[in-house]
T-cell receptor, first 113, second 110 residues
Framework: NAGVTQTPKFHILKTGQSMTLQCAQDMNHGYLSWYRQDPGMGLRRIHY???????DKGEVPDGYNVSRSNTEDFPLRLESAAPSQTSVYFC????????????FGSGTRLTVV | KNEVEQSPQNLTAQEGEFITINCSYS?????LHWLQQHPGGGIVSLFM???GKKKHGRLIATINIQEKHSSLHITASHPRDSAVYICAVGGTSGTYKYIFGTGTRLKVLA
């Protein structure tokens, strides 16, 4: 099925451990982004990429790294997880700048203990 | 104060009722979007507005640029409309930056 695939769906991580959240899209979209969703707050952008080889910081990038080696994949890495990174993470892709062109992944619920 | 405010935060309605969800914003925008987040977590786009009104099935979205306010209406509500509805503003060219509201959680009872 065409779309954005996120893995894993759920994960529990210990403080200080590292982890990579995977995002893959098969729609040949250029723009990919990572958001986090926390209770009482709107979605906030962590990092984004407009094309392979190009990444940039979003509004809440601290503690996260990304890479974009090809069009399809956009992994999000937590090098040393902290409890403040407990959240639901969404990957979104679009071929245009308009949000209604976005396709969201189903989300990854991450708990850092 | 958040740049995007939604009201109400929670809403419970009986099946068949007319529902209104509001979004007010304090920043200049090029577009406003309404999104729906299903109980399973998936997010889909409902509307993109830059002026006036749009209708899709039982959903109607309006925007007043001067008053910096948008409303999402659901006519003849149904339990399958139960979801979180999110307002997002932005679209400044070149940045892909959007500011998301915190969402309105709607529950429609049969």
């Amino acid at each position: 099925n065409a779309g954005v695939t996120q893995t894993p769906k759920f994960h529990i991580l210990k403080t200080g451990q590292s982890m990579t959240l995977q995002c893959a899209q098969d729609m040949n979209h250029g723009y990919l982004s990572w958001y986090r969703q926390d209770p009482g707050m709107g979605l906030r952008r962590i990092h984004y990429s407009v094309a392979a080889g190009i990444t940039d910081k979003g509004e809440v990038p601290d503690g996260y790294n990304v890479s974009r080696s090809n069009t399809e994949d956009f992994p999000l890495r937590l090098e040393s997880a902290a409890p403040s990174q407990t959240s639901v993470y969404f990957c979104a892709s679009t071929i245009s700048q308009r949000v209604d062109g976005y396709t969201f992944g189903s989300g990854t619920r991450l708990t850092v203990v | 104060k958040n740049e995007v405010e939604q009201s109400p935060q929670n809403l419970t309605a009986q099946e068949g009722e007319f529902i209104t969800i509001n979004c007010s914003y304090s920043v200049g925008i090029s577009a406003l979007h309404w999104l729906q987040q299903h109980p399973g977590g998936g997010i889909v786009s409902l509307f993109m507005l830059s002026s006036g009104k749009k209708k899709h099935g039982r959903l109607i979205a309006t925007i007043n640029i001067q008053e910096k306010h948008s409303s999402l209406h659901i006519t003849a509500s149904h339990p399958r409309d139960s979801a979180v509805y999110i307002c997002a503003v932005g679209g400044t060219s070149g940045t892909y930056k959007y500011i998301f509201g915190t969402g309105t959680r709607l529950k429609v009872l049969a």
